[in-house]
């Protein structure tokens, strides 16, 4: 039987864009002391708990793909479980994907969820020098979106 807080789940993902040479990516040290898993896919390493150790290797690499699964992220002050992280570096460019379930912001409603998200995501562009952000339904098209760095998308007034 299904309970009924997984037919109430909805997985989106945030991507953020930039150059490797503006971008702050020291944020991620707290996202890997706080994780229950850090490896680099690309190259290949795995069991890594150090933001030394991952700096390096994204520094000296000219594609990297590191991925952090989280047991707790936080979102300002809202608290968000098994948090699922990637963070990709190919030559000058940078993605940085955040995937998890926005109903566990508990703010009231999905669409006080998106606004909610919407204010982190921004401060957190502007803080770590991102070029670009979308926020999005997971497995998007490209029209698919709550929301990105020009407004507010299609499925952001679709919300109840």
Request: hydrophobic letters at 40%; proline letters at 2%; glycine letters at 4%.
């Amino acid at each position: 039987m299904i309970s009924n807080k997984k037919c109430r789940m909805m997985l989106i993902e945030i991507i953020f864009r930039g150059l490797f040479a503006t971008v702050d990516y020291s944020f991620l040290g707290p996202f890997i002391l706080n994780s229950k898993e850090v490896r680099f896919n690309s190259p290949e390493m795995p069991n890594l708990k150090d933001f030394g150790e991952v700096k390096s290797i994204l520094d000296e690499n000219e594609y990297a793909d590191l991925i952090i699964n989280t047991d707790l992220f936080y979102f300002g002050i809202k608290e968000v479980s098994k948090v699922f992280i990637n963070f990709c570096k190919n030559g000058d460019q940078i993605e940085f994907l955040i995937f998890f379930d926005v109903t566990e912001l508990n703010t009231g409603s999905l669409k006080l969820n998106i606004d909610y998200l919407k204010s982190w995501v921004e401060d957190f562009q502007i803080k770590h020098r991102f070029s670009y952000f979308i926020c999005q339904m997971d497995n998007a098209q490209c029209d698919e979106y709550y929301f990105d760095q020009n407004g507010l998308g299609k499925l952001y007034y679709e919300l109840p």
